[in-house]
């Protein structure tokens, strides 16, 4: 069969973005507003978001909205927050964040890689807030593609981390 250029393509993987929206645990301290909030730590690879936080003065928070999205999230990964950053103490206070949902992003990119000898095809890409990836198009098909070939293109290009979001 011939070999020509990309001009279909399938596509898995994990997307990494920035954070949408998030569930809120934990048990606050009095009764405050907070604004610009940043993560002590996570069970992921984001980074960079930013809340606005409230407590109510009896232990519930709530999450006024996503102030800075960041980068580098994924839907279920865990945002801890300081109980010591919200008027509280760290360990007794600390407020858990679940990634719900992620900021749509787009790509336009070339492989890093394939099983064949194709080269030179650009792929524009989109992530959805669940984090799945999806070929808009392939604007530039470059050549010597043959069927069922794999291109893979990293993570690192998509905002995330190689390996994990390719």
Same mark, same amino acid.
């Given at each position: 069969?011939?070999?020509?250029?990309?001009?279909?393509?399938? #596509?898995?993987?994990?997307? *990494?973005?920035?954070? +949408?929206? #998030?569930?809120?645990?934990?048990?606050?301290?009095?009764?405050?507003?907070? %604004?610009?909030?940043?993560?002590?730590?996570? &069970?992921?690879?984001?980074?960079? *978001?930013?809340? @606005?936080?409230? $407590?109510?003065?009896?232990? &519930? /928070?709530?999450?006024?909205?996503?102030?800075? *999205?960041? &980068?580098? /999230?994924?839907?279920?990964?865990?945002? $801890?927050?300081?109980?010591?950053?919200?008027?509280?103490?760290?360990?007794? +206070?600390?407020?858990?964040?679940?990634?719900?949902?992620?900021?749509?992003?787009?790509?336009?990119? *070339?492989?890093?890689? %394939?099983?064949?000898?194709?080269?030179?095809?650009?792929?524009?890409?989109?992530?959805? @807030?669940?984090?799945? /990836?999806? #070929?808009?198009?392939?604007?530039?098909?470059?050549?010597? /593609?043959?069927?069922? =070939?794999?291109?893979?293109?990293?993570?690192?290009?998509?905002?995330? $981390?190689?390996?994990?979001? =390719?």
């Amino acid at each position: 069969s011939p070999v020509n250029g990309a001009i279909a393509a399938s #596509v898995s993987g994990t997307a *990494a973005s920035g954070v +949408n929206s #998030v569930t809120a645990g934990g048990t606050s301290n009095g009764s405050a507003s907070f %604004t610009n909030v940043t993560q002590s730590l996570t &069970n992921g690879n984001g980074s960079g *978001a930013q809340f @606005s936080i409230s $407590t109510d003065g009896t232990g &519930n /928070y709530s999450v006024g909205g996503v102030t800075t *999205a960041g &980068n580098g /999230y994924q839907v279920g990964d865990s945002i $801890t927050i300081n109980g010591a950053n919200l008027g509280g103490v760290n360990g007794i +206070n600390d407020l858990n964040l679940t990634v719900t949902a992620l900021t749509s992003a787009s790509y336009s990119v *070339a492989q890093s890689s %394939t099983t064949g000898s194709g080269s030179g095809a650009i792929f524009n890409l989109t992530s959805d @807030s669940n984090g799945n /990836y999806a #070929v808009s198009s392939i604007p530039t098909f470059g050549s010597n /593609y043959a069927l069922n =070939d794999q291109v893979v293109i990293t993570g690192s290009n998509l905002g995330g $981390t190689d390996a994990q979001n =390719d």
